[in-house]
Every structure is written in structure tokens, then in C-alpha cells.
């Protein structure tokens, strides 16, 4: 009977080992290319996947044809010529095995990530926020030259070769649209109208977690100068231990673990450039000072690692909320618009589309078009007016303080009455409300109670009033004077 049984056993693992090298044998590509798909125009287009090791793989597209030979790991990789944007194409994948991808067109991709008002869908989310008339723009929302892929929540501790879950892109009907990401939907559909081309809009988003989670681990490390944000994880990791993991931080908080799971499959894919709507969560005291620095280190480290050069990166500060006093909401504000000093970035200021009681404000509509107006700019050259007022400079005069803005060709305007938000400090760094006025294109702040003021901001508050604006109608961003680190 023994002998029988081991028989049995020993022709099961003959089994399974010939169904692993079966298995193993099948060409095989990564999920984020599937039918439906936008492949990046304008340059090569690189196209990737997993074989058995030495096995040749061929890859045609539109009349081009290419063949690789798998690595000693199983891994192959080829680039397909530059392509004008156009379709729908076929692309086949040979090897012991044929895949046929079919509808894909050839445009330009952006990927759109952050936290919940990025993740935020066109249905909303049940019970607690929606999109201002959202049933009529998911009626609407069929495009076919507009394609999605949703990318589930993942986070892991290394860097990942694929997505997981089931990803597949699609055309962007009501049924899909509606469980997108409102603010890329938006921004996409007035992309693809405006350009005219076929666009690609890749959500890789979850909500309520820190920038620190989207950067890598060698990006973060890097920088000593950021070792606070492994210090503040540890603390919150060690407060409130469970008998699970002795954690009480969630593995989406975890310095690089959203990187690995949702970013670093799709570091070989091409993109047109990436939109970014994330900070509420890094606005706690002690961990928005270092905001600045962790997304700039956020910012240097996709780029280098997609290895496209400084791609348009474009964000939506975040908006106007009353919050607690246990955040910080202008210094994060203030954080992004320093951001700015990096090569082909843009600024959607959100302020006055806020809602001072919900963290999710209802208008994306707005959110998305003014990312769409910076891409206009930056990313497709367009001579159009894409940012509000941004500060620039102070002069000190009659015991006053005179700001200079930058986007103010055509003057600035105090919205619905007198000018609103401004603060200035003395010595002390003790702000202090003061009346301000706009003289051509700069403001004066002044108040006989603070005869020689040294600093001023600007809408600091976690939901200030504030209502300057450039004559294109978009509002100014907060800021300080104050000299940050």
C-alpha cells in the first residue's frame, strides 16, 4: 500500500512540475498592457513581458516588427519605433505561445495619482462626498478616443513587476467612467477635445495615505535630510501596537509601499506625464514642515526612475478646509507652491472651490480644468494663461510691504469686494490680519499698528478668506514671505 501511495505521490509531482514548466513556457505580459490601451506617441515604445529564459519573442504593431531573446531570469524586453498618434492597431506578441491585443490606439498617456481627492470617482463616495452633477456627467461620458485603467490598491513591501488584481484598461463609457477618478476624467476629457488626439489615463490612487508611501525606498533614503519621516512612522507605527504586527501604522503609511505595489509596475511604461492631487495627510504639525522636501524628493524620484527626462508633473494644491488645530493646511499649500522651482511643473490652486466642512469638495469639474489648462501649457505648448498669481517678491515701503506676483500680465482683481487674506508679521514671526490693496500689478500691505512689518502671507488658514485673482480669472496661491527650508 505504501509503495502504491508513493507511486501516486511521485506521479502528482511529475504532474505539477510539468504543468510549472508548461505554465512557465507561455509568453506572458505585464497587466498594464492589455486591449484597449494607449501607447505614448512620439517616442520608442517599449514593450516588455516574461518567457521562458532564451526564448525568442517577436512583438508587430502597425507594421513594425521586432524580436528580443528572454534573459536567464525569464524576462524580455524590446522597443517598437516612434508612432504618430492614430488607430486602432493590432499588437501581437509571438513566442512558444501568440497574444493579440486588439482597438489600441497610439496618443498620450498620463498618469494621474494621490490620495482621496485624486481617488474621488464620478459616483462619489457613498454617504460621505459626490461630484457636483454627477448623474448628468456619467450620462455623458462616452468617449472612445478616451481609455482607462484603474489600478487597485496595493502596497507591498518591494517593488513589484506587475499590478495585481484584475487590470484591463477600457474605453470610457458611463459604466467605466463612473468608478474613475473624477479629477483625470475631467482632465483627460478636455485633454483629448482641446488636442485632439487619443488619450490614456492611468488611476493608480488611494486615499488618506502620505506622500512618503508613493516615493521609493532608495528616493527617500537618498536624502538624509528626510530621516524625520521614518522617525514620525515609527512613532505612530509603535503607538498603538496590535497583536497582528505590533503596528498600529497601516501598511498604506509605510515610507515606499505604495511606490512598490502601484507605482513601480508602470515604470516602464510610456507617459505623456503624470497629475498629482495629494497632502491633506501629510498636514498634521509635525509632519507638514516636511512636506517640501518629500515631494520634491517624490518628483525627482519618478522621473528618474520612468527614465523620460523632467516629464510635466502637474498637482492641485490642496483646497480649503477648516480641519482641526492639530493640522496645517497653509504650510502645506506653501510647500507645493515652492515646489514649483522644479523644472516643467504645474499648480491647480483649489482654494475657492473648497468646502470648508468636507475635506472632498463637490467641483471637480474645476480641478480638472485647470490641470488640463497647465498641460495645455507646459506639456503641449500652448499660449495660454494656466496660474493664478504667484508670489514672487516683497519690497518694504512707507512701513509697509509691497508683493510682487508672477502670472499677472493683465493686473489682479479682488473678487466680490474688498481684498481679503493678508498677514503681516514683524521680527517676532507673529502674524497679525491687514488690510491690503492692489496697486497695477502688485498688492500693498500695511496697518498703522505695525509700523515696520518684515514677512506677509497670504490665505493661511486651513479655510481662509481669500479672493485675489489674475484677470484670467484664476485665483492666487498661499504663500509666505518667511525664508523655509
Known amino acids: 500500500m505504501r509503495t502504491i501511495e508513493a507511486h501516486s505521490r511521485f506521479l502528482t509531482l511529475v504532474l505539477l512540475a510539468f504543468t510549472a514548466v508548461a505554465a512557465r513556457a507561455e509568453v506572458r505580459l505585464p497587466k498594464i498592457f492589455s486591449s484597449h490601451m494607449v501607447l505614448q506617441r512620439d517616442q520608442p515604445i517599449h514593450i516588455w513581458g516574461f518567457s521562458d529564459p532564451a526564448e525568442k519573442v517577436s512583438a508587430s504593431l502597425s507594421g513594425a516588427n521586432r524580436s528580443t531573446i ?18 486602432p492597431f493590432r499588437l501581437t506578441i509571438s513566442g512558444s505561445n501568440k497574444i493579440v491585443l486588439e482597438d489600441i490606439l ?3 498617456v498620463w498618469f494621474a495619482s494621490g490620495q482621496s481627492n485624486m481617488e474621488m470617482p464620478l459616483n462619489g463616495f457613498p454617504k460621505s462626498a459626490f461630484v457636483q452633477n454627477s448623474a448628468e456627467e456619467i450620462k455623458n461620458a462616452n468617449h472612445s478616443n478616451l481609455r482607462l485603467l484603474l489600478i487597485h490598491r496595493t502596497a507591498t513591501q518591494y517593488p513589484q513587476n506587475d499590478f495585481q488584481g484584475d487590470v484591463a484598461w477600457t474605453t470610457c463609457t458611463p459604466e467605466t467612467a463612473a468608478k474613475f477618478s473624477a479629477v483625470a476624467y475631467f482632465f483627460g476629457r478636455d485633454i483629448q477635445s482641446k488636442e485632439n488626439v487619443p488619450i490614456g489615463l492611468i488611476d493608480s490612487t488611494w ?7 508613493w516615493v521609493s525606498l532608495d528616493g527617500l533614503s537618498a536624502d538624509a535630510g528626510l530621516m524625520p519621516v521614518f ?12 497583536s497582528h504586527s505590533g503596528r498600529a501604522a497601516p501598511d498604506s503609511w509605510d515610507p515606499s509601499w505604495l511606490f512598490n505595489g502601484m507605482i513601480a509596475p508602470a515604470l516602464h511604461f510610456g507617459i505623456k506625464g503624470v497629475i498629482w492631487y495629494q497632502g491633506e495627510s501629510n498636514s498634521k ?4 514642515p516636511m512636506y517640501h522636501r518629500v515631494f520634491s524628493s517624490l518628483i525627482g524620484d519618478w522621473r528618474s526612475r520612468w527614465g523620460e527626462g523632467n516629464f510635466p508633473f502637474l498637482f492641485a494644491q490642496i483646497s480649503s478646509f477648516k480641519s482641526n488645530p492639530t493640522e496645517d493646511w497653509g504650510t502645506i499649500r506653501d510647500a507645493q507652491r515652492r515646489t514649483l522651482s ?3 511643473t504645474g499648480m491647480a490652486v483649489t482654494l475657492d472651490v473648497g468646502n470648508p466642512d468636507n475635506v472632498h469638495p463637490a467641483d471637480k469639474q474645476t480641478v480638472g480644468a485647470r490641470l488640463a489648462l497647465a498641460a495645455r501649457a507646459i506639456a503641449y505648448h500652448e499660449n495660454v494663461e494656466y496660474s493664478g498669481p504667484l508670489f514672487r517678491e516683497t519690497t518694504t515701503e512707507n512701513g509697509g510691504i509691497r508683493i510682487w506676483f508672477t502670472h499677472v500680465d493683465h493686473g489682479l482683481v479682488a473678487k466680490g469686494g474688498a481684498l481679503q487674506g493678508f498677514e503681516i508679521a514683524g521680527d ?21 499698528d505695525m509700523p515696520a512689518p518684515k514677512y506677509v502671507r497670504y490665505a493661511w488658514q486651513n479655510a481662509p478668506d481669500a479672493n485675489l485673482y489674475n484677470s484670467a480669472g484664476l485665483p492666487a496661491s498661499t504663500f509666505t514671505s518667511e525664508q523655509r527650508p
Open 70 to 87: 528572454g534573459d536567464s531570469l525569464g524576462h524580455w524586453s524590446l522597443y517598437l519605433p516612434a508612432q504618430s498618434a492614430g488607430g
Open 106 to 108: 497610439i496618443g498620450d
Open 207 to 213: 486615499g488618506g495615505t502620505p506622500a512618503e508611501a
Open 231 to 242: 522617525a514620525s512612522w515609527a512613532r505612530m507605527a509603535d503607538a498603538q501596537p496590535n
Open 285 to 288: 504639525l509635525d509632519r507638514a
Open 342 to 344: 522644479a523644472a516643467n
Open 428 to 448: 517676532d514671526g507673529r502674524f497679525v490680519p491687514a488690510p491690503a490693496q492692489i496697486d497695477g500689478e502688485s498688492v500693498v500691505v500695511s496697518t498703522p
